[in-house]
């Protein structure tokens, strides 16, 4: 072989790497995007960060929660995909969460557009929105059980920020993925016959 030939195969075989790790995930495969690391048990009392800009409506407890974790997915599109969330990457396990995860949804330039919460909570309230829940008012989910298709944009670009809050006993969170699945097209003939 002479040098010419070595020097493209090399540039070639170059190029071919560089395309694999930037091709997106192939069509008909889920798309999991890591959104919270597990926090271990931690009392209420012990989280020294507070969002101030929410409030819980509880009589009994402190209106202002304390932050347990924090994390955020990349700019992503959900190109006809249902998103769910799950304990793993494989979308296979639940997650659990004490007392709940504030979800919000931002556009490419950073804005919120819209806000939920999921988890055990009394109302949850930001300014004079209060914040829609997500799934069953519970502390443990199954696998896929929360579904916020419908909370994201269908064809803009996204990013989901979360929040774990905590205003009573102990706070936790285990891992939590959203994960983007093929098939999750909304289409109008879904409400027809209801």
Same mark, same amino acid.
């Not at 407890?61 to 799950?86: D, H, I, K, M, N």
């Not at 905590?166 to 093929?182: A, C, K, N, Q, W």
């Given at each position: 072989?002479?040098?010419?030939?070595l020097?493209?195969?090399?540039?070639a075989?170059?190029?071919?790497?560089?395309?694999?790790?930037?091709?997106?995930?192939?069509?008909?495969?889920?798309?999991?995007?890591?959104?919270?690391?597990?926090?271990?048990?931690?009392?209420?009392?012990?989280?020294?960060?507070?969002?101030?800009?929410?409030?819980?409506?509880?009589? !009994?407890?402190?209106?202002?929660?304390?932050?347990?974790?924090?994390?955020?997915?990349?700019?992503?599109?959900? #190109?006809?995909?249902?998103?769910?969330?799950?304990?793993?990457?494989?979308?296979?396990?639940? %997650?659990?969460?004490?007392? @709940?995860?504030l979800l !919000?949804?931002? $556009?490419? #330039?950073?804005?919120?557009?819209?806000?939920?919460?999921?988890? %055990?909570?009394?109302?949850? /309230?930001?300014?004079?929105?209060?914040?829609? #829940?997500?799934?069953?008012?519970? %502390? /443990? @989910? !199954?696998?896929?059980?929360? $579904?916020?298709?419908?909370?994201?944009?269908? #064809?803009?670009? %996204?990013?989901?920020?979360?929040?774990?809050?905590?205003?009573?006993g102990?706070?936790?969170?285990?891992?939590?993925?959203?994960?983007l699945?093929?098939?999750g097209?909304?289409?109008?003939? $879904?409400?027809?016959?209801?």
């Amino acid at each position: 072989m002479t040098l010419r030939k070595l020097a493209l195969a090399a540039v070639a075989t170059t190029a071919l790497s560089c395309v694999k790790q930037l091709a997106p995930t192939p069509p008909g495969q889920p798309r999991p995007y890591p959104l919270l690391k597990e926090t271990e048990e931690r009392e209420t009392s012990e989280l020294t960060v507070k969002r101030e800009d929410v409030e819980i409506d509880t009589r !009994e407890f402190e209106r202002t929660p304390r932050v347990v974790a924090t994390g955020e997915t990349p700019l992503v599109q959900l #190109s006809g995909a249902r998103a769910r969330l799950y304990g793993d990457a494989a979308g296979t396990k639940g %997650f659990k969460v004490d007392n @709940f995860i504030l979800l !919000e949804v931002l $556009d490419a #330039s950073g804005r919120v557009l819209n806000r939920s919460a999921v988890g %055990f909570s009394e109302n949850v /309230h930001m300014g004079r929105e209060v914040v829609d #829940s997500v799934g069953p008012r519970s %502390f /443990h @989910f !199954e696998p896929g059980q929360v $579904d916020l298709t419908t909370r994201l944009p269908e #064809s803009e670009p %996204f990013q989901v920020r979360a929040t774990v809050l905590d205003y009573s006993g102990v706070g936790r969170v285990t891992d939590v993925f959203l994960v983007l699945e093929p098939g999750g097209e909304r289409q109008e003939d $879904d409400l027809r016959g209801q």
